[in-house]
């Protein structure tokens, strides 16, 4: 199994432009997860899908972000327009659906974006 | 979600146990105790879980007190690849991390 898959794993964006990042959950995961990584803040959940439905977005930061996820296999976090402040590392995780609170996630390597 | 407290550092000789604390005391009934730990700037890698019972597996185990608001992970034989962030969180539907234990394990 290949893992989650997460790209690009670096990014560097100017102020103001629109920054799509991808995932790839595991195989039949059913649950999908995207955390921020930042120094002040630690690891924060932004949103999780179950099914591909998103389930809990309260994590967004504000209206700049948008996640879809069209199928099983594919999900995007969007931010548009992209701000320095949004400069962290992004990460994906996936779990099986069922149960997800007795089933560790795993997560992939991370896309670390820069917005100069 | 349970706010969780950890050290921010701690230092193990290695081949020595690491016993590391983690405080969760607003945790629920249904929350689930998890640890993770992140080396360099990988992805948060999977350890242990439990809910009431003390867990054990390949990699380290968990000891849960009786009324569930601490918790400990233990790593039995440390070694100086297991120097990374250790991060307790709890997950009742969603999955939350505390701050973080900095561990270095030295020669």
Redesign the interface.
Known sequence: DAGVIQSPRHEVTEMGQEVTLRCKPISGHNSLFWYRQTMMRGLELLIYFNNNVPIDDSGMPEDRFSAKMPNASFSTLKIQPSEPRDSAVYFCASSPLRDSSNYGYTFGSGTRLTVV | DAKTTQPPSMDCAEGRAANLPCNHSTISG???V?W?RQIH??????II?G?KNNETNEMASLIITEDRKSSTLILPHATLRDTAVY?CGT??????????TTVTVRA
């Open positions: 249904n929350e689930y998890y993770y700037s990988q992805g948060p890698q999977y879980h809910l991060y997950n009742d539907y969603k999955l939350s991390f505390g701050a973080g």
